[in-house]
């Protein structure tokens, strides 16, 4: 009964999240006009059709999509390591990504000078950016997989994950000396993570992907919880632990790499999620922890996207600022007042 | 102890190769003109003396035999530096104690490094090419004569991944280096080495004029200081010429920036980019805001404060609406979009990457207003030749 509970508690707290995240910008629209948007009435400005129908609700449908799959990616990782601190970017997606992005950039801004090199990628805009993070990820993760199946350490794959992301970061450092400042500055502001620059066109490519990890990540609930005493033990509950283990990097990949070619990498909501998500599920079972963990991601992700985009606000807070230093404190806060602190990791 | 021996020679041996990898000699510099020959402590060497009417990062005081050059924020948040620009053949003076750790750098300088490209069109505009021997990053140089010198082989890349190479500009022995108006971490050595390093600051100026009027500066350094004064006063005139153009006209509101990663940078009233809008007769969200640098604003409240303004001016390379729509599809929400009306500034790019307004532009603040102009206010600049902007295709 707790399960169902809080389901329907963390449930109910989306779409309360939701709602304020469409109602809440720094740009003052009345309440009843937000009302008349979302039901496809005339407000009585015209403005307020784009500032709520174009940019509010991709910015929160984002945000929800964004938060389940970050949470879930990082319980994954969390369970599959047994690390407390592993997160949906420990195998190296982020600076996968980060890679495909920074090449990306540097080519469209040299081809747009007239050079010849990326010159057919200049028209590409955001498809292009966000393509090339996804095959950046694609590209990483793919390594690390066929490193996965010479290792039979999880823990080894931890490592070689890790390394792997160096790897693609040096790399990114190398791009960026050589490359113009005004690259570098997008670049950085890439990285800075955004939930602002999906656009309607990209909500349906990433709930889709997001979707399928989700999935994918569903179908391995069972098994997980077995993981959690070890890859021994798992093998010795009946469970191909070789499979288990590529399905689930496999769900993470989706998840953190799809998130991160649309958002950038969006810091701490997949570290801490599952954190909290085992406090309020209160059971490591998996098949209870896991829609926790994506619903406790949405919450997380909404809450800090309504609190970078206050209302009245002059200027950007970025999104990386507020979930790392509002949330920071706050799932600090809950560990210490929690007597499951302790054990937080298990 | 043969094997010692045997490693003496190879490292003698690598050292050789290494000496002989190390670059081709210092590019020899130009005898240097306006030396004094004979030394009169009662001649005033300096009968024409720079005024600034609108730089105020900048000093400059005469004495007789040298001048004393102060960069009031040499890089941000940097204290004063002052260099002592002694004329040649002048003795050493008696520097007063304030003084006392100022570089003295003898000028006409016979060989300039130059790390921005902002100081490029103000070398070639006073007639002191033949002084430049090197540049941070040749491919980023718009300017054609600049470019002729890098490919004869007269001018040097010394940064040429952002990162000053300290030993090859040490080597060359310039006899100053421009900054970019930041601290690097290899000019504390080249100080030590012997190369003055001048805070090139222009970019802390608030204002066209006052970016444009640095070209003094680099009169004084070069001997050019006649040319320099008749430069900068054309490119006042010229500025003052538009200004009065577009005098009286309602201004035309405008959206200015663009969005990435969905944050847009909007630059404040105060700030020269923003000058410029308004003394080109435009307006927009953040005119009256006294702030200087770009505000990252969110999509949201730049569409709903500037969204209907019927002109953008974009920052970024959108060469055509659907380069723009490509980029985001809701730009196609904005009026300017919808109407046609959207100007990049990169119709002056080298071959290389180089995008002239960065380097020309700063120091003609007179041909961007007028292309701004043009732009806001096309009745009043009938037939005007676009120099850095260009309209978007359809």
């Not at chain 1, 206050?310 to 230093?325: D, F």
């Amino acid at each position: 009964m707790r399960g169902a509970g809080a389901l329907l508690a963390l449930g109910g707290a989306v779409a309360v999240l939701f709602v304020l995240a469409v109602a809440l910008g720094p740009v003052p629209v009345p309440l009843g006009d937000t009302v008349r948007v979302l039901v496809g009435a005339e407000p009585s400005d015209p403005r307020w059709t784009v500032v709520v129908g174009t940019f509010r609700i991709s910015r929160a449908a984002t945000a929800a999509i964004a938060g389940a799959g970050l949470g879930v990616a990082g319980l994954l990782m969390q369970t599959l390591f047994r690390n407390a601190l592993a997160d949906p970017y420990v195998l190296g997606v982020s600076a996968g990504a980060s890679l495909g992005v920074a090449l990306f950039l540097a080519a469209t801004t040299t081809a747009a000078a007239g050079a010849t090199f990326g010159a057919g990628l200049v028209g590409l805009g955001r498809v292009g950016a966000v393509g090339s993070a996804a095959v950046g990820a694609a590209a990483v993760l793919g390594l690390v997989l066929v490193l996965a199946r010479r290792v039979r350490s999880s823990v080894t794959l931890l490592i070689v994950g890790v390394m792997v992301g160096a790897v693609a970061a040096a790399v990114v450092s190398l791009v960026l000396v050589w490359t113009d400042p005004l690259t570098a500055q997008q670049y950085l502001l890439w990285g800075l993570g955004s939930v602002d620059a999906t656009t309607g066109a990209d909500l349906p490519i990433l709930a889709t992907v997001v979707a399928a990890g989700l999935v994918l990540a569903g179908l391995c609930a069972a098994p997980l919880t077995a993981f959690l005493l070890g890859d021994d033990y798992a093998r010795s509950m009946g469970v191909d632990v070789r499979t288990v283990r590529i399905a689930v990097l496999v769900a993470a990949a989706l998840l953190a790499g799809g998130i991160t070619a649309y958002c950038g990498p969006i810091a701490f909501v997949g570290i801490a999620v599952p954190h909290l998500a085992r406090l309020v599920a209160g059971t490591s079972d998996h098949r209870l922890l896991l829609p926790v963990a994506a619903l406790v991601g949405a919450v997380t992700l909404l809450a800090c996207t309504i609190v970078a985009h206050p209302p009245g606000a002059e200027l950007v807070v970025p999104l990386n600022v507020v979930t790392s230093l509002v949330g920071g404190p706050v799932v600090i806060a809950v560990l210490l007042r929690s007597n499951r602190f302790a054990g937080a990791a298990t | 102890m043969p094997s010692v021996g045997r490693l003496a020679v190879v490292v003698v041996a690598a050292l050789v190769v290494l000496a002989g990898c190390g670059g081709a000699p210092p590019v020899a510099a130009p005898a240097a003109a306006g030396c004094i020959t004979t030394f009169d402590p009662q001649t005033d060497y300096f009968p024409v003396k720079a005024q600034f009417e609108h730089a105020t990062n900048v000093t400059l005081t005469y004495e007789r035999s040298y001048r004393v050059l102060t960069v009031k924020q040499p890089f941000p948040g940097g204290a004063p530096e002052s260099y002592v620009l002694l004329q040649c053949g002048a003795p050493r003076p008696q520097l007063p104690p304030e003084l006392a750790k100022a570089a003295v750098i003898e000028t006409p300088v016979r060989s300039i490094y130059s790390a921005s490209t902002t100081q490029l069109p103000m070398i070639t505009d006073i007639g002191a090419l033949d002084q430049l021997t090197g540049v941070a990053t040749p491919d980023y140089v718009s300017d054609a004569a600049v470019q002729a010198r890098i490919a004869a082989g007269a001018v040097r890349g010394f940064a040429t991944n952002g990162q000053t190479n300290g030993e090859s500009v040490l080597a060359a022995v310039p006899s100053v280096l421009l900054s970019q108006g930041t601290e690097d971490p290899a000019f504390p050595a080249l100080r030590a080495g012997g190369v003055p390093v001048i805070g090139w600051a222009e970019y802390l100026e608030t204002g066209p004029l006052g970016q444009a009027e640095w070209i003094k500066v680099m009169g004084a350094l070069t001997g050019h200081e006649v040319d320099a004064a008749r430069v900068y006063d054309d490119i006042a005139r010229r500025y003052a010429d538009v200004t009065g153009k577009v005098a009286g006209a309602a201004p035309v509101p405008v959206l200015l920036g663009s969005a990435y990663q969905g944050s847009w940078s909007v630059p404040a009233g105060a700030g020269t980019a923003g000058i410029l809008v308004m003394d080109a007769g435009g307006t927009w969200s953040q005119a009256a805001n006294p702030a200087t640098g770009l505000l990252p604003q969110d999509l949201e409240t730049v569409f709903a404060a500037d969204g209907q303004a019927g002109i953008w001016l974009t920052d970024g390379p959108l060469p055509t609406k659907a380069a723009a729509l490509a980029v985001d599809a809701r730009y196609g929400t904005l009026a300017a979009v919808r109407n046609g009306q959207v100007w990049t500034r990169d119709k002056r790019m080298s071959p290389t990457g180089g995008n002239d307004i960065f380097e020309r532009g700063v120091t003609h603040p007179d041909e961007v207003l007028a292309d701004l102009a043009a732009i806001l206010h096309p009745d009043r600049l009938p037939g005007h030749e676009f120099v850095y902007y260009r309209q978007a295709a359809a």
